[in-house]
């Protein structure tokens, strides 16, 4: 089974703090995507990768930046932290387009910015 | 951008009803998806249908999909309360790096 793993399922910040997320993938995917999901405005797209060291902004990429170093993981940051980014922060896998579209997602991480 | 709206928001049934949820899109898709969220958990992929098919099932599950209104439906039959989650459609296109974009979703009450 395909699995994805974030680093922390409950979090809580102080405005300003420096945040990171972290997700790790075992299925060798090339694709890996954040999203964040607020009641009433579904999952938005943060930003996406489709390899390592690529990088592509999505909808809502503002305060955000990401890293992937390592095809497994791909990281997002916070760089300072604002109460308007308390929310349920996803991340999901998949295949390069072509070979499947499924998305694989891993359990969400609450944030909470104080 | 959203490019999924799911009809109705909400949908609260009983035990052994169908539970039919609805899904419009914007633009020309490659594939349409349906995905379960149970509360505060990542989302389960549950079925796709590819923009030349019509119709998909899998298992108590049916997805049609008409390409000429842009819209698709999910019918869940016999449902049980284990159901009880939201459900969001999403679609990819091409050239999108299989980006998906989601609607808002329903939120489905199977009462026992």
């Known amino acids: 089974d395909v699995k994805v793993t974030q680093s922390s399922r409950y979090l809580v910040k102080r405005t300003g703090e420096k945040v990171f997320l972290e997700c790790v993938q075992d299925?060798?995917?090339?694709?890996m995507f954040w999203y964040r999901q607020d009641p009433g405005l579904g999952l938005r797209l943060i930003y996406f990768?489709?390899?390592?060291?690529?990088?592509e902004k999505g909808d809502i990429p503002e305060g955000y930046s990401v890293s992937r170093e390592k095809k497994e993981r791909f990281s997002l940051i916070l760089e300072s932290a604002s109460t308007n980014q308390t929310s349920m922060y996803l991340c999901?896998?998949?295949?390069?387009?072509?070979?499947?579209?499924?998305?694989?997602f891993g359990p969400g991480t609450r944030l909470t910015v104080l | 951008s959203q490019q999924g709206e799911e009809d109705p928001q909400a949908l609260s049934i009983q035990e052994g009803e169908n539970a039919t949820m609805n899904c419009s899109y914007k633009t020309s898709i490659n594939n349409l998806q349906w995905y379960r969220q149970n509360s505060g958990r990542g989302l389960v992929h549950l079925i796709l249908?590819?923009?030349?098919?019509r119709e998909k099932h899998s298992g108590r599950l049916r997805v049609t999909l008409d390409t000429s209104k842009k819209s698709s439906s999910l019918l869940i039959t016999a449902s049980r309360a284990a159901d009880t989650a939201s459900y969001f459609c999403a679609t990819t296109y091409s050239g999108g790096y299989n980006k998906l974009i989601f609607g808002a979703g329903t939120r489905l009450a199977v009462h026992p």
């Open positions: 249908i590819r923009s030349n098919e």
């Open positions: 990768s489709y390899d390592v060291k690529m990088k």
């Open positions: 299925m060798d995917h090339e694709n």
């Open positions: 999901a896998s998949s295949f390069r387009q072509g070979r499947t579209d499924t998305q694989y």
